[in-house]
């Protein structure tokens, strides 16, 4: 019996596979950016308010523009201060502790005034107030903070979102300002970072599911407002409008900032508002609760105040009739400052030999000699109310 060659013995032929390989062990932030995965990630640690969206020169266009507003509008006001009195740009630190121009300048520029509502009826200054700062200190905080607070909800929310709450916010605020509001004039441009603020916080609260890092996010807010607050208890920053800001931008925060943009999520970064979701369809699960009922209340709430402010306001109520403590909210009385009223309660005496002009305070008795009788009403009125 023939032997059975190789070429006709059956065969079975056996693909051999390779052992499936194991997963690629997770990439680490410490390989750099040249990996290919770790492009556009930043390196290191990610500070408070760090945005999770990419990051574009285009996200925060809005808060630019209401900044460089804002120097405009400061930059005007020091100036106006420089040629009207003819001294230095800013006053004495015992006239305004903010480093900023005299009571008379702010008023001329757009300061709020109980008489220029009242009686003048110039409903203008609702407009030019939230735009007005009372000096270089009031400037720098109050910038910083609509800066640091403004771009991250710019980002996380657009433009159009938080263009409405930042004007409807700083109206509504000088609406609360004019029910308080005395003889010195005050400015109101803080009551825009605090309608921020607020709309931050409600917005906290209605994604509570979607963020993390909650009780870091209502830190910063917490500290934020107690720092301006602070600085509203100084002459010429009005608190009330700033308390008024917060309500409207709390109110509005509900009507507006229902859902985050989260078509430009970029995942395994890190921030304050940091997403803990697992999928996008959990995300999107959670955002979808909108919540018509709240919205609703919140924007009905919002107008029952609105117009019942303008209402107030003309009629020209002065809350402060009624109040005799809340004067104490918006400026806490210093020997290094003064509280009162602009009065115009000093007689005035010049030297004829000299030329030399003496302010006399009837209330006190207190006086004052200055070396030129080349000097406005306005100027006196501001002098008189220092040694009053």
């Not at 006053?91 to 009571?103: K, T």
């Not at 509504?172 to 005395?182: A, E, I, K, Y």
Request: glycine share 6%; charged share 15%; net charge positive.
């Amino acid at each position: 019996m023939e032997e059975a060659t190789p070429a006709n013995q059956p065969h079975t032929q056996i693909e051999i596979k390779p052992q499936s390989e194991e997963a690629p062990p997770p990439i680490s932030p410490s390989l750099g950016n040249n990996h290919p995965e770790s492009i556009n990630q930043p390196e290191g640690r990610f500070p408070f308010f760090k945005s999770r969206y990419r990051q574009r020169s285009s996200d925060t266009w809005l808060i630019s523009i209401f900044v460089i507003l804002h120097l405009l509008a400061f930059i005007t006001t020091m100036l106006f201060n420089y040629f009207s009195l003819g001294s230095a740009l800013f006053q004495p630190l015992s006239e305004n502790p903010l480093l900023g121009p005299s009571a008379s300048t702010l008023e001329k520029v757009g300061a709020l005034q109980r008489a220029d509502l009242a009686q003048n009826h110039r409903t203008w200054r609702l407009f030019v107030c939230p735009w007005l700062h009372a000096g270089v200190i009031h400037f720098a905080i109050n910038i910083s903070c609509i800066i640091f607070v403004g771009i991250h909800l710019e980002r996380d929310y657009g433009p159009l979102r938080i263009g409405i709450i930042y004007l409807l916010s700083a109206f509504f605020g000088s609406l609360v300002c004019s029910l308080f509001v005395r003889n010195s004039p005050v400015v109101t441009s803080s009551d825009a970072l605090f309608g921020l603020l607020g709309a931050m916080l409600s917005g906290i609260i209605r994604n509570w599911k979607v963020y993390t890092n909650k009780c870091a996010a209502l830190a910063v807010v917490f500290i934020v407002f107690a720092i301006n607050f602070l600085l509203g208890l100084l002459p010429y920053i009005d608190n009330f409008a700033n308390i008024g800001a917060f309500m409207s931008g709390f109110l509005l925060g509900f009507v507006f900032l229902f859902t985050p943009q989260i078509r430009q999520l970029s995942k395994n970064k890190a921030g304050l508002f940091e997403y803990s979701v697992k999928s996008s369809i959990n995300l999107k699960q959670k955002l979808k609760l909108d919540r018509p009922i709240l919205r609703s209340v919140s924007l009905l709430l919002f107008i029952i105040l609105l117009v019942g402010c303008l209402e107030a306001v003309f009629r020209g109520i002065d809350i402060n009739h009624y109040c005799g403590w809340c004067t104490f909210i918006d400026c806490i009385p210093s020997k290094r400052w003064n509280c009162n009223d602009r009065t115009n309660a000093c007689e005035v005496y010049i030297m004829t030999s000299n030329s030399d002009l003496t302010l006399t305070c009837l209330r006190n008795g207190n006086f004052r000699v200055l070396p030129s009788t080349n000097i406005s009403q306005a100027r006196i009125t501001d002098l008189c109310s220092m040694i009053c």
